[in-house]
């Protein structure tokens, strides 16, 4: 731990790696830390990404996530570990399923399936990347607006554009961890899922009216990993809101290389309830 | 049950009716009727549709399903009855939540996450629907190709155009129940669940070589209802392939009813293996 705006990026980017190393309690049961600083509730993201991170610690190193499906139950109490309790569904030759459940005080906050699968070859088609994007570097490095957002450097693209065709309104970010990862695959899938979680932002209504008006939370969230990357990387991504009635709103996104390909898609619902 | 084309359709779809007519073994266990003529391994579909459909009976009748997120474990065996097993995960004044296990001689072949939700009132926005599509009455109903199909009328849209944006190739279909249902807007959203799997359509790789080349099977399958539709009036479904890699296509997709109001967002994955 030291000062100065460099060093204090690897220190926090430090701290979310240490709250992806989860305590094994018994073969299938992890406790995660929690730490108490962030107001109000816990960061989805983070919640996501230690479930994953206790699935795959169940799963052989030659099965690698390629998705997963998630609800949000309750909100999480920062400050309190979570607990992490999987379930083997299924061990199969090429794919292998499991589902957590996080808790806390006895009670469900979140639950998620994934499924890992063996490497294998195949075809290979995917939606074009945006074309015409500034690269981070030209651009600025968003202010860190909480502590879940310190771990990441995070660049807003001006004018955003959508993959295949370049024409829908839509938000869109260059995203990496703000220092360097260990070279463990799954880490990296667990940043991914940590930093993916970006919760009502891009949505239309929020870009008009004041933020306080509405109160939001996440309802679920899914993720594909097409494609391996590495989340201290650079990573374009690209969310185009698709819904909005019922007080809630959908969202789908990709990530994208510096290279072009795409390496994840993600859906996110969230609650968007107008505060009476 | 009579003869002739207009009937038959109307005893097709009262098979389909019937499948979702789950005998209620206790509180929380459904069976479901699964007939033999299908060869090879049950429609996915109808899996996902049984177990909305026994999730739904347990929750109260004001709550209405907003989303599902499932995996498809192993394949399903015609002819053996389908067993499900919901599992009550939370039950809340605005949102509910269940998870179906389906069982067939002990093993778990599917399992879904669906969450309900009271109706509440709440800001407007979807994605444009695609535009410039030509009536369904104007086109050829396709051949059914097998029992699945039977229960639904499906006009293929010739050049697919996107919602958004109107530029993406895409596999676009009008899509009904092939007669009347019942007034039960929670059969509704089933059939819709049933007529959403449509399996490897529409993946590019798929319309240049022989289909025979391919081992396919659904992986997930998800679904987002945003506005209450009734699945024997048309609905627009277009279908986007997003990615193709190691042997996994996932395509996500939108149905929009002929008012032009975004119904369903839905998600697929399915298992792209080319035969050695």
Known sequence: VSAGPATEDTS??????????LERVEVD?????????SPGRVFGGQVAAQALRAAGA?????????????????????????????????????????RVVAIQHGEAIFNLDASFQRDEEGLDHEIAAPGGVPDPESLDRRDAR???????????VPDPVAPGDGRRVARQVWVRAAGTLPDDPALHACVTAYLSDMGPTGH??????????????SLDHAMWFHR??????????TIEPVSTSGGRGL????????????????????LLRTRR
């Open 12 to 21: 926090v980017l430090g701290r979310l790696v240490a709250l992806l190393d």
């Open 29 to 37: 049961i992890f406790r995660g830390a929690n730490p108490g600083s």
């Open 58 to 98: 169940t799963v052989d190193a030659d099965h690698r996530a390629h998705s997963l499906h998630s609800y949000f139950l309750r909100p999480g109490r920062p400050g309190v570990p979570i607990v992490y309790r999987v379930e083997r569904i299924r061990d199969g030759r090429s794919f292998t399923t499991r």
């Open 146 to 156: 909480g502590w879940h957002h310190g771990p990441m450097d995070e660049r807003d």
């Open 204 to 217: 239309p209504h929020l870009e008009r009216v004041p933020r306080e008006a509405f109160m939001n939370a």
């Open 228 to 237: 391996a990357a590495r989340a201290d990387e650079w990573l374009l991504y």
């Open 251 to 270: 969202a789908w996104g990709t990530m994208h290389t510096r290279a072009g390909r795409l390496a994840v898609v993600m859906s996110q619902e969230v």
